[in-house]
């Protein structure tokens, strides 16, 4: 595959980086690195960029309490304003900007910096707005998928205005009914339920704002049944790596019960992922998806989340995200042996085809600990109890802050219990023993992660 470098502005175009994009990775000595986001995800992205040689300085904007140890957080930078992103990057020499959450890619960070002469020397992690509409815009997704003949279920997609035919349409349907927001609604968009009317009623309230604008639109899918798994592809536009796959759970309750959360716990890898159904992935799905991009003229140089349901050995694409999921990402990074930051610059530079990915051949499990009575409401500034890591564990702080030299929650998913082992159960154990050590009030976490594998 060849495209050219379409969605970049005349002046940057003009304009050489801060290495030449044919320049051998080799030859990169040193990176002042600003990573944008303050979750789970962050923290161990933020850990695996450390770790390399090639990273001279690491600022994390916001970050969080766990985010400190590996590089200086800027509580007071938020990924939201642009400008002020800018000003620190100028300010403080940032040759490479990492964008961790959906947010500032779905709103148009990577084309701000494009569009900016005196920031063309910054390399940028990260799809444009056009490549971002992947995550942010079920409906685009959806299309894209079907022009490019790459399997999904079939769907249709309605807004108030046209609600009588929504319901008319899920009549046409086998239970149960799967409702989406079009839009980012923080993982909580989906809505699956056995009966019509009840369906009906759910999509009555989400096109009357359940969900905000993300709402405004509402996709009405035929429901798959299989097991899912997550695989992540790191694109330059034309050459891709793909990462460790993963599965997560979503649900709040054990069995996969009560409301979707932003995620529980993951495990990577996934037995079911085989060698066979990789391959069928990787031609059906990831070059399918890589090359459509190209066609479409859409310039995407950053990570590709693809969502999958395994329906009797065969990937079908439940949604797409514009970067690393989490918490797949806190099992994924930890797996990666090869330099994590040596592959965001090739993906930057486009120069991925000259990076070679090392992997972890051991199992990698995240138990994440949420706050008591998420994913509804639930209270914040907890004082904590953290204990050290033991050997083969991690500790990823996701939502936490630092408060008078005392670790407080700062959200609904808190902190995570990472643990590597040669088997599932092992890891498991690990990471089931160090989630009982963390203590603070309201402490929840599915005990069941990962047992669904067995």
């Known amino acids: 595959m060849s495209i050219s470098w379409h969605g970049l502005s005349e002046e940057r175009k003009k304009t050489d980086k801060v290495w030449n994009i044919n320049q051998e ?13 303050s979750g789970g995800r962050e923290s161990a992205m933020a850990r695996a960029i450390s770790q390399s040689s090639m990273c001279e300085a690491l600022f994390i904007a916001p970050g969080n309490a766990g985010t400190s140890q590996y590089g200086k957080n800027l509580p007071n930078l938020s990924g939201k304003d642009f400008n002020e992103v800018a000003q620190f990057v100028i300010d403080n020499n940032i040759s490479l900007l990492v964008v961790g959450p959906e947010d500032p890619l779905v709103n148009g960070i990577v084309d701000f910096f494009d569009s900016r002469i005196d920031l063309s020397h910054v390399l940028c992690v990260g799809p444009g707005k056009s490549g971002a509409r992947l995550e942010g815009s079920k409906d685009f997704s959806k299309a894209f998928m079907q022009r490019h003949q790459i399997p999904t279920a079939a769907y249709q997609s309605f807004d108030l205005e046209h609600y009588d035919e929504a319901c008319k349409f899920i009549d ?126 859409i310039h995407y140089q950053g990570f590709i989340f693809c969502g999958l349901m395994n329906v009797d050995g065969d990937p079908y694409v439940i949604e797409y995200n514009c970067r690393l999921g989490d918490p797949e ?126």
């Open 25 to 37: 990775l080799e030859n990169v000595q040193s990176l002042r690195v600003l990573l944008l986001g």
């Open 172 to 297: 046409t349907l086998k239970p149960p009914y799967v409702l989406k927001a079009d839009g980012l609604a923080a993982g909580k968009g989906v809505i699956i339920v056995d009966d019509a009317d009840e369906a009906k009623a759910e999509l009555k309230e989400m096109l009357s704002g359940m969900f905000g604008d993300a709402g405004n639109t509402v996709l009405i899918e035929e429901f798959l049944k299989g097991i899912e798994c997550s695989v992540f592809v790191a694109t330059d536009g034309e050459n891709y790596v793909i990462l460790p796959e993963a599965k997560d759970y979503k649900r709040i309750g054990e069995g996969d019960t009560g409301l979707n959360t932003g995620g529980m716990g993951s495990v990577s890898p996934v037995p079911f992922a085989n060698e066979t159904f990789m391959k069928k992935v990787e031609d059906r799905v990831i070059i399918p998806t890589i090359r459509g991009l190209a066609e479409e003229n």
């Open 329 to 454: 990402t806190e099992s994924v990074l930890p797996r990666i042996q090869s330099d994590f930051l040596m592959l965001l610059v090739a993906m930057a530079q486009g120069n991925l085809k000259n990076y070679k990915i090392k992997i972890d051949p051991r199992t990698v499990t995240t138990v994440m600990l949420v706050s008591g009575g998420y994913p509804g409401s639930y209270p914040k500034g907890i004082p904590m109890d953290i204990p050290n890591e033991h050997e083969d564990t991690i500790i990823f702080h996701a939502g936490t802050k630092v408060q008078d030299d005392c670790i407080l929650t700062n959200g609904g998913r808190v902190i995570t219990a990472t643990a590597f082992g040669n088997s599932i159960p092992e890891a498991l154990s690990k990471s089931f023993r160090l989630a009982e050590e963390i203590k603070f009030e309201g402490k929840n976490y599915r005990k069941d992660i990962g047992k669904d594998l067995l």
